[in-house]
């Protein structure tokens, strides 16, 4: 595939400004996806240095311990060095009541560059086990692609996910989903962090995406907000010196 895993991070967590580790295992080239989750619904915070791709709520409910509505954010960054500085998520205005952060590490094969991210949101506001999303837009994915569904729910009792957040959409067959990162946290009023991720392993996407999963436990209203995030890469245009001639 033309997208690979360089290294998957490891949330942290907080009631203030957090930084996520970059893993030392990343080189320049390298696609960096920043993913943070968070409540109030309406939680301030920023990250230096890094594109933001948008952000969405699960609804209004206030913050509470496991409960309230849940706040998703997505920055990306192409590496330029070997060591890149770890990115912080400072706390704004509203301040938190507990947020969540991840950096995600991809590699492209050599000759390929980066085509910009693509991120749609969706949320499941109802309670119970089950977890189903229906995502706003079609992000057009196609055969190669790499998309990770990831989500903050604003419990941490509804994980481990017994089942991971699943993608399907309408045109493509997805491969193995597999699970990058399940965390869940007791700051604040709680919450818990889930980053899954699969190839698109044939066709082209014709509606908007969906994903479901299973929790262990019962979640309140408005518990999740979900990011459904699309990488690609393309042959690179710009001639490359190679031995003793160009490519």
């Known amino acids: 595939m033309p997208v690979s895993l360089r290294a998957s991070g490891t949330a942290v967590f907080g009631v203030n400004s957090i930084t996520p580790t970059i893993d030392a ?27 933001s791709l948008g952000s969405s709520a699960s609804g209004t409910t206030a913050a509470g311990v496991d409960t309230g509505s849940m706040k998703m ?24 009541n507990v947020a969540g952060a991840v950096v995600m590490v991809w590699r492209n094969q050599a000759g390929d560059v980066w085509e910009t991210p693509v991120v749609v949101w969706g949320a499941d506001e109802s309670s119970g086990t ?27 009792a ?27 946290t ?3 009023g709680d ?3 889930h980053v899954s991720s699969a190839f698109a392993t044939s066709g082209t996407s ?13 979640g309140a209203a408005d518990r ?22 160009y490519w």
């Open 25 to 51: 295992a990343q080189l320049a080239g390298d696609m960096m996806i920043l993913i943070a989750g968070g409540k109030p619904y309406d939680l301030g915070w920023s990250v230096s240095g890094w594109t």
């Open 130 to 156: 089950g977890i189903s999303v229906t995502f706003g837009s079609d992000p057009g994915v196609v055969t190669d692609d790499l998309v990770m569904t990831a989500c903050a729910i604003n419990t941490d």
């Open 206 to 218: 014709s509606a908007a995406p969906t994903a479901t999963g299973t929790g262990t436990a019962s």
């Open 73 to 96: 954010e997505v920055w990306y960054k192409i590496a330029t060095s070997d060591t890149e500085t770890d990115p912080t998520v400072t706390e704004g205005t509203p301040t938190w």
């Open 158 to 184: 509804m994980g481990p996910l017994t089942g991971d957040l699943v993608p399907a959409q309408a045109g493509v067959t997805f491969g193995t989903t597999t699970q990058r990162v399940e965390q869940e």
């Open 191 to 193: 919450m818990a962090l």
């Open 224 to 245: 999740l907000q979900a990011a459904f995030i699309r990488l690609r890469t393309r042959k690179s245009t710009t001639p490359g010196y190679v031995g003793a001639g």
């Open 186 to 188: 007791t700051s604040g």
